[in-house]
């Protein structure tokens, strides 16, 4: 039973514009959200993340939003760059309970030219 | 600074034969995890060691899996009597704290 969903495997968006990855999850202990990039042959390295008490998190080009009542959460990256192509892993963790991270299946992400 | 790292990079291995992968993980980390990725999947949970103990071992598929990390810092992970269901990439993971965790590039383990 998935308890992190990525239901795109794939996206492609245009460069410049804004790239909106998904993610939602059926847990209601999970109380941090993180999203982690990786390239091939890479481990996934760690992108940005949000604590369940806020509902946005920004870093840059990167903005995550979480939308609790839905278990929904998305991360945008605006512009989108060449760099930006990758696989996107969506994860949760209950760190008020145990240091497990529950990643999702990926979404993989094409810039186009 | 020197990240996760883990060898072999690669391994083939027979069915039924024992193999070990090992994980150096950043200096200082005191928590070190294990997850494997199949294809097309995202990383899965297999064991979680702070310090030197296995603090949460819930993952690990059956009992032909083991992992150690006798001195709180490298830590090996044993499979004994490999299958062809166990290859996949297995990754290794440390963190400074109860958050971030970071990625060696993992050991792609092929059972044939």
């Known amino acids: 039973d998935q308890q992190v969903k990525q239901n795109s495997p794939s996206l492609s968006v245009q460069e410049g514009r804004i790239s909106i990855l998904n993610c939602d999850y059926t847990?209601?202990?999970?109380?941090?959200f993180l999203w982690y990039k990786k390239y091939p042959a890479e481990g996934p390295t760690f992108l940005i993340s949000?604590?369940?008490?806020?509902d946005k998190n920004e870093d840059g080009r990167f903005t995550v939003f979480l939308n609790k009542s839905a278990k929904h959460l998305s991360l945008h990256i605006v512009p989108s760059q060449p760099g930006d192509s990758a696989v996107y892993f969506c994860?949760?963790?209950?760190?008020?309970?145990?240091?497990?991270?529950?990643f999702g299946k990926g979404t993989r992400l094409h810039i186009l030219p | 600074g020197a990240g996760v790292s883990q060898t072999p990079s690669n391994k083939v291995t027979e069915k039924g034969k024992y193999v070990e992968l090992r994980c150096d993980p950043i200096?200082?980390?005191?928590?070190l995890y294990w997850y494997r990725q199949s294809l097309g999947q995202g990383p899965e949970f297999l064991i979680y060691?702070?310090?030197?103990?296995?603090?949460?071992d819930s993952g690990l598929p059956n009992d032909r899996f083991f992992a150690v990390r006798p001195e709180g810092s490298v830590s090996t992970l044993k499979i004994q009597r490999t299958e062809r269901g166990d290859s996949a990439v297995y990754l290794c993971?440390?963190?400074?704290?109860?958050?971030?965790?970071?990625f060696g590039p993992g050991t792609r383990l092929t059972v044939l």
């Open positions: 993971a440390s963190s400074p704290s109860r958050d971030t965790q970071y």
């Open positions: 847990n209601s202990m999970f109380d941090y």
């Open positions: 949000i604590s369940s008490i806020k």
């Open positions: 994860a949760a963790s209950a760190l008020s309970r145990d240091d497990k991270i529950i």
């Open positions: 200096s200082g980390h005191t928590a």
């Open positions: 060691f702070q310090g030197t103990g296995a603090a949460d």
